[in-house]
């Protein structure tokens, strides 16, 4: 079989020392998940999706895939437009694996993530934008994490995203601050002081398969430092954080029903976003055992040393066979 790995065109070129970490990740997913198919014994091709959707399209049509593995996470450096690929592949008719254009359009705007929650009575923190802030009479305070919209990845997650509020007026300076210094719109999310857990999610024969849950530990943080997963723990190799935030698969029976509820809970995103072939659910976990969902991930990171492998590697699958998954779930559940 045919297999075209799409992935994303690095806003200075593959290559450039000038893209970041996760931007570089990418190229990452799209070496190893090319050596899996093709030791799978599939023909892979390699196309870098950018604004050019025209050129794309014509390379497509020219010489037709029997699939498209579509990895593309930002397209023109925007994670907002991520959803451009499935779109684009599902307008030429063409079979691709994970989710199709819906789920990433959705997922890409955490505010539509949150409000669709909400609707759906899936417990997650309360937020507020600058522009609701406008509106609010009833004053603000407590913990906040300060997020970037449309971003991914943890970009724009630092050290100081976790605050302490004490008005109305100063969460709205402050988000209006943060946009001005990065160009990025922010939001106030409630911070859970916590534990940290994500769930991957795989479709086997036509149904999605809740992985083990992994949890998030934060070992050696001192006394004031916030125990967040952001942009360093991530990505900054050298960084304390990285090196400090191990996933863990081990649990003790006291924290059976804790379990059952995220993966009951992830299963519940899975089917409100109406996502396919394979999915992540982070969520954080109050002092009082409440879980509550932070992010909604259709098409996660595939890469060998990403959640998502080592969640499959706990139920037997190597990175081979996980990406074997995710093309049978394609090719039996086309676009």
């Known amino acids: 079989m ?9 806003p200075s070129g ?3 020392g000038d893209a970041r970490e996760d931007e570089l990740d ?16 599939h023909e892979v ?22 699939l498209v593995f579509n990895l593309v996470e930002s397209c023109g450096g925007q994670a907002r437009l991520a959803h451009l690929a499935p779109s684009l592949l599902e307008a030429l008719g063409l079979p691709l694996t994970g989710c199709g254009s819906y789920p990433v359009f959705v997922a890409a705007d955490k505010l539509r993530v949150k409000e669709l929650l909400r609707i759906a009575g899936v417990p997650s923190p309360p937020w507020y934008t600058a522009r609701r802030l406008t509106r609010e009479e009833r004053e ?16 724009g997650l630092n050290e100081d995203a976790v605050v302490e509020i004490r008005s109305r007026a100063e969460l709205l300076n402050l988000l209006r601050q943060r946009r001005k210094a990065s160009g ?3 939001f106030a999310e409630g911070f859970v002081e916590g534990r940290e857990f994500n769930v991957a999610l795989l479709e086997t024969d036509g149904r999605p398969r809740v992985l083990p849950p992994a949890e998030i530990l934060f070992e050696g943080f001192a006394p004031g430092q916030q125990r967040i997963l952001g942009y360093e723990a ?7 954080a990285y090196g400090h935030t191990p996933r863990t698969f081990e649990f003790g029976e006291g924290d059976a029903v804790l379990l059952r509820d995220i993966k009951s809970l992830a299963m519940a995103c899975w089917v409100l976003f109406e996502m396919r072939g394979y999915a992540r659910v982070d969520l954080r976990v109050d002092a009082g055992g409440r879980p509550f969902v932070i992010d909604v991930n259709p098409n996660p990171c595939i890469a060998p040393d990403a959640g998502l492998a080592a969640a499959a590697e706990r139920v037997g699958m190597d990175y081979e066979t996980l990406v074997g998954a995710v ?3 394609a090719i039996q559940d086309p676009a």
């Open 2 to 10: 045919i297999v075209e790995v799409l992935h994303d065109l690095l």
């Open 14 to 16: 593959p290559g450039n």
């Open 26 to 41: 990418n190229l990452v997913q799209a070496r190893a998940v090319g050596a899996a198919l093709r030791s799978l014994g």
């Open 45 to 66: 091709r390699e196309t870098p999706l950018g604004l050019d959707l025209d050129a794309v399209a014509e390379s497509l049509r020219s010489a037709p895939p029997d």
């Open 140 to 155: 603000v305070c407590g913990t906040f994490i300060v997020k970037p919209i449309y971003e991914h990845g943890s970009v």
């Open 184 to 186: 990025l719109e922010y």
């Open 234 to 240: 991530k990505w900054d190799k050298d960084s304390f």
């Open 327 to 329: 093309v049978r779930a």
